[in-house]
T-cell receptor, first 112, second 116 residues
Framework: EDKVVQSPLSLVVHEGDTVTLNCSYE??????LLWYKQEKKAPTFLFML????IEKKSGRLSSILDKKELFSILNITATQTGDSAVYLC????????????FGQGTRLTINP | GAVVSQHPSWVICKSGTSVKIECRSL??????MFWYRQFPKQSLMLMAT?????????EQGVEKDKFLINHASLTLSTLTVTSAHPEDSSFYIC????????????FGPGTRLLVL
């Protein structure tokens, strides 16, 4: 059975701290891994990772994939209160129509 | 670009009634749309995949006669929850992709359904 596991499930830090969110997976027909940020409504796309060892960056956020060890991390530096959200990791399976298998999410709270 | 809308954003209905939720891709043609359900503090669970002009493919455990999906055009898919019951209360989110092989899905804002 396909599994995507995120840790920690919940994290509370102070503004300015750096956080690392983890995502491990056991999925057949892996194609790529996606990170999303979900606030009150629908998830918004952050990164798509296909190749191992290549860091993707967007401002204070960065992410990297390790296909040998089957995990990805999402880093956020100099956190701000606006970073408070649920961060979702999803694996794309290569089965014709691309299906996403989501992890449980990490609820990140940034306190001022 | 890549905006997906849903309507309504929330709905309250009585047990036994049917509810229709619309998902539209506003600025692109979506050959494939996905419907997810999310219970409180849980992740998104894929319910079904629909391709324009063909029948939806349902995930294991999702009743196709209860959750009717129609994808009649490249910009519109609908999910009808038939004879809704309180256990159907959830957050329903659709997503769309540009083409069948696309990996990035663009999500709608979701519809919160409460069945009394």
């Amino acid at each position: 059975e396909d599994k995507v596991v995120q840790s920690p499930l919940s994290l509370v830090v102070h503004e300015g701290d750096t956080v690392t969110l983890n995502c491990s997976y056991e999925v057949t027909n892996f194609r790529s891994l996606l990170w999303y940020k979900q606030e009150k409504k629908a998830p918004t796309f952050l990164f798509m990772l296909t190749s191992s060892g290549i860091e993707k960056k967007s401002g204070r956020l960065s992410s990297i994939l390790d296909k040998k060890e089957l995990f990805s991390i999402l880093n956020i530096t100099a956190t701000q209160t606006g970073d408070s959200a649920v961060y979702l990791c999803a694996v794309v399976k290569d089965q014709g129509a691309q299906k996403l298998v989501f992890g449980q999410g990490t609820r990140l709270t940034i306190n001022p | 670009g890549a905006v997906v809308s849903q309507h309504p954003s929330w709905v309250i209905c009585k047990s036994g009634t049917s509810v229709k939720i619309e998902c539209r891709s506003l600025d692109f043609q979506a050959t494939t749309m996905f419907w997810y359900r999310q219970f409180p503090k849980q992740s998104l669970m894929l319910m079904a995949t629909s391709n324009e002009g063909s029948k939806a493919t349902y995930e294991q455990g999702v009743e196709k006669d209860k959750f009717l999906i129609n994808h009649a055009s490249l910009t519109l898919s609908t999910l009808t929850v038939t004879s809704a019951h309180p256990e159907d209360s959830s957050f329903y989110i659709c997503s769309a992709t540009y083409n069948r092989g696309a990996e990035t899905q663009y999500f709608g804002p979701g519809t919160r359904l409460l069945v009394l």
